[in-house]
Each structure stands twice: as C-alpha cells, then as structure tokens.
C-alpha cells in the first residue's frame, strides 16, 4: 500500500511530520513525493483549524486517512474515509504486519465503523531527536497531564506517560553535542534540564516550589488559566495571586523572560481587574511578561464538552491591559481574538453531520457577529449550543469525562 502525507504551508517542519516520515522510512513503508502515485493520501490534524485541510487532500482524488488528536472529533470521521486514532505506531505496527485493508486495523474508523478504539502505545526507542533551525532540537518524550485540567482535551483524553528518564538523558546529550537547546514536547514534563533550554514549559507552582527550578536566561511558559480562587483550584491548576507575584521575582532574578496563559470567557471583568491589581509593582521594562488571553473554548473528551456557550462573558482587553501596565512594566498584553473565533472552533468541534458542519463554515465566511452566530445555532441545532453551567463543571470530578454519544 503506497502513501503520501498532505502538508500545508505552517506543519511542513513540525515534529508530528516528520516523525510520521522518520518511521516509514525507518520501516521501509511506501511514502510518495506525489499524491498520483499514492493509494491513500494522510492528514496529520492536530488542531481543528486544520480539519479544512482534510477537504483540501479530498481534491487529489485518492481516498483520505486523518489522524491526531483532533481525530475523535466527529465531524473529522465524517468527513475523511479513515480516521486513526491514537498514535503512530499502531498504524505502522498494522502495515508491518501485511495489513492491507485499512477498516481491519482496530484503531481505525469510518462513517460505518464507530467503535473508537484508541492507541496509546509510545514506543519511545523509535522517537527520533529533530532539529529544526540552527538552535533547537525537539523529542517527543510524552503524553497527557497528571494534572487534569478540566477544559484540557489531551489531559482528560489519554492517559499519563512518560519517556523512561535513561532515554530522556541519552537524547539530551544528543542535542548538546551540538550546541542545540533541547524541546521536549509533552503536555507535562517531568524531568528537570541537564542542559540549558531556550524555551521551557513548566507548572508555576512547581517553578517557585523549586526556587526557579534551575533556569536561567530562559524563556518560561506557564498557563496561569483563572484568576478567582475556585476557578482556579476546581478547574485548573490551583495558581493564586501569590503564586504569580513570586514567580515574577524569580523570573527577574534570573533574568527569565516569561509568557503566562489565562483563559478568558468565565470571569468578569472586575474580577480580572482586582486580581491584576494585586501584581507587586515593578517599573522597569525588562525580563518581559506576556500575558496571552485565549477564550474558552469548550472541547470534546473533556468535562466541559456540553459547556452552554451563552454563559461565556466577553473579554474587555483594553481595560485589563491598561489595569496590568500601569501596576507593572514588566507586563505585554497580547490583544485576545474575538469572542466568535473560539465559538466557531467549538461549533466545528460539535458537528456531527455535514449538514452542521456547513452550516457553520457558511456562519463562518459571513460577517456575522458572536450573537448572530449564537442565534443561528440555537434555532436550527440547539444541541450544539450546549446546555453544562460552570456550577455543574465544578462539582464533578476529574477523570469522569462522559464519551460522546456519535461513537458506538
């Protein structure tokens, strides 16, 4: 069976890419430079503003294999011929094996096969080091999150591993031989730096637990999600006030740039606003904070997947932006997206037939406003609106994600 992997123009160099070429090569798989010359042509989705790219590798003429996370989403077994989830290495087992007909491998579905069975299975012997650029090199060292946010899809939908730490080492050593920075890609990392990094993800509290945890003149990333107390502690990852005032003093110690997440969509304004007002002032404008917003966006494997989406607030930017750097200079406020971006990312996300799925791209195309769009949906399919409140989210427990009724 002979194969050839779409790209558009941003994944071409992402890890996920190049793993999938490394292995079919490595096992001498049949992966074509050109589609004409393919059986199946594959779509790597790993987000679902890339699901159009499955209708763009539909015009090739050859039928359509998707995987990724964004595979479990419904409307993405709708619209390709084969969905295959979980990871690669099943897939790569099956055709070893002499697989030929692709619905015989059981972690594939179809329009007509929709017993979701996912692949968990990382063989992490076979994870190549990938560099990209002159400064980085990435290995793919895990999968899922102890942690379990609530909203989080990978940290509710697969189970927590990790790269065994004698691995983890020989591929860090690897990268420092020469002179890159290594980028371990996993929701959550468990392994402190022998090298130096450029770029690390770390939990917050665990970064001032640890004084730092070790990392200098680096670039710290950190999702700080919520800003009440139990939101912050029911939902995500428990970080307070004083969590943040401390990791900036560390950060400026150590002369450690930092970008901080916060999930808009909640909270209100004024309670945005009295956190913020609690950030120790700080006049000087260097190691930069940036804070990004992102709204809530409801998603599927997660306890938020029937979440109402009327009961989102609109995010006033300009007012928490000026409440934030007139305390501190330190701090950069990206601008966040308009409320309808996150809202038509979650409709896709809710599809379950063609006929919502092009609905929804047509609400998309039109200057329609977050309240036409809302408005639209709740005559015509108002499942898709949702109908979970923030109160019902809080009181249960993690873990418990109900699975979606599309898959049998």
């Known amino acids: 069976m002979k194969f050839y992997l779409y790209k558009n123009k941003t994944n071409i160099k992402e890890y996920t ?46 039928p359509v294999m998707v995987g990724g996370m964004v595979s479990e989403v419904p409307i993405v077994n709708e619209l390709a011929d084969y969905a295959y989830h979980g990871e690669i290495y099943g897939l790569i087992d099956f055709l070893v094996g002499g697989g030929v007909n692709l619905e015989q491998c059981k972690y594939i579905t179809t329009k007509n096969k929709k017993a979701l069975k996912i692949c968990e299975k ?21 999968k899922g999150c102890p942690v379990k946010c609530k909203y989080c899809m990978i940290g509710n939908s697969r189970k927590y591993q990790t790269v065994p730490e004698p691995l983890y080492r020989k591929a860090e050593r690897s990268i420092k031989k020469v002179h890159g920075r290594m980028m371990p890609i996993a929701a ?35 999702g700080v ?27 400026k110690r150590d002369n450690s740039r930092m970008i901080l997440y916060f999930i808009a969509g909640l909270e209100t304004q004024e309670q945005f606003e009295d956190y913020f007002s609690q950030i120790t002032p700080d006049y000087t404008m260097t190691p930069a904070v940036t804070i990004v917003f992102t709204y809530l966006s409801p998603q599927q494997g997660t306890l938020f997947a029937d979440f109402d989406l009327t009961k989102r607030v609109e995010f006033k930017y300009r007012k928490v932006f000026y409440c934030i750097t007139q305390k501190n200079k330190r701090f950069k406020v990206m601008p966040v997206s308009n409320i309808k971006k996150s809202t038509i990312r979650c409709l896709i996300e809710r599809c379950e037939t063609m006929a919502e799925y092009n609905l929804i791209k047509e609400l998309d195309k039109k200057k329609y406003s977050y309240q036409d769009v809302i408005n639209h949906i709740s005559k015509k399919y108002p499942r898709m609106v949702g109908t979970d409140d923030v109160a019902t989210i809080l009181r249960a427990r993690r873990g418990r994600v109900k699975k979606n009724d599309y898959w049998a």
């Open 122 to 142: 990382i063989k992490y012997e076979d994870n190549p080091v990938i560099r990209v650029g002159s400064r980085a090199a990435y290995y793919y060292c895990g």
């Open 188 to 222: 959550y990392n468990p392994y402190a730096a022998d090298t130096e990094r450029s770029i690390t993800e770390v939990l917050l509290r665990k970064y001032t637990k640890h004084d730092g945890l070790g990392l200098k003149k680096s670039l710290i990333r950190s």
């Open 225 to 251: 999600e919520f800003c009440t107390k139990e939101l912050s502690k029911c939902i995500a990852k428990g970080v307070t006030i004083d969590d943040l005032n401390e990791a900036i003093r560390i950060s």
């Open 17 to 62: 890419i190049r793993l999938i070429e490394y292995l079919f090569k490595k096992y001498n798989l049949e992966l074509m430079d050109a589609p004409e010359f393919a059986d199946i042509v594959m779509v790597s989705c790993c987000d679902s503003s890339e699901i159009i790219d499955i209708e763009k590798a539909k015009k090739h003429g050859k």
